[in-house]
């Protein structure tokens, strides 16, 4: 089991930053940002391997940053430069065997969730 607890949403203006936070009890071989707008599904934001190898969506290429501090089991997603549409629950998630990583199905464990809201 793989427990995840995340922090550090909020509300902003657009333009605005903020950077989540995800406290992991283990850590695995992929780990992940998605989120959740209102009537609309899951969708991966950024992932981390256990090598260090980022990948992100193209709607935040440049803007997010993941990373990841295995002395102090965290996973961050630093976002920059927020838009309206970056307003969702956004969720940290541990994937063991890895596969494509936005999709959500490859992931074993979930957190309950932040929420961003970004105001125009």
């Known amino acids: 089991q793989v427990q995840l607890v995340e922090s550090g949403g909020g509300s902003v203006q657009s333009g605005g930053s903020l950077r989540l936070s995800c406290v992991y009890s283990?850590?695995?071989?992929?780990m992940a940002w998605f989120r959740q707008a209102p009537g609309k599904e899951r969708e991966g934001v950024a992932a981390?391997?256990?090598?260090?190898?980022?990948t992100y969506a193209d709607s935040v290429k440049g803007r997010f940053t993941i990373s990841q501090d295995n002395a102090k089991n965290s996973l961050y997603l630093q976002m920059n430069d927020l838009k309206s549409e970056d307003t969702a629950m956004y969720y940290c998630?541990?994937?063991?065997?890895?596969?494509?990583?936005?999709?959500?199905?490859?992931?074993?464990?979930w957190g309950q969730g932040t929420q961003v809201t970004v105001s125009s």
């Open positions: 998630a541990a994937s063991i065997d890895g596969g494509a990583w936005e999709r959500a199905t490859n992931y074993n464990y």
């Open positions: 283990k850590s695995t071989y992929c």
């Open positions: 981390i391997d256990s090598a260090g190898l980022t």
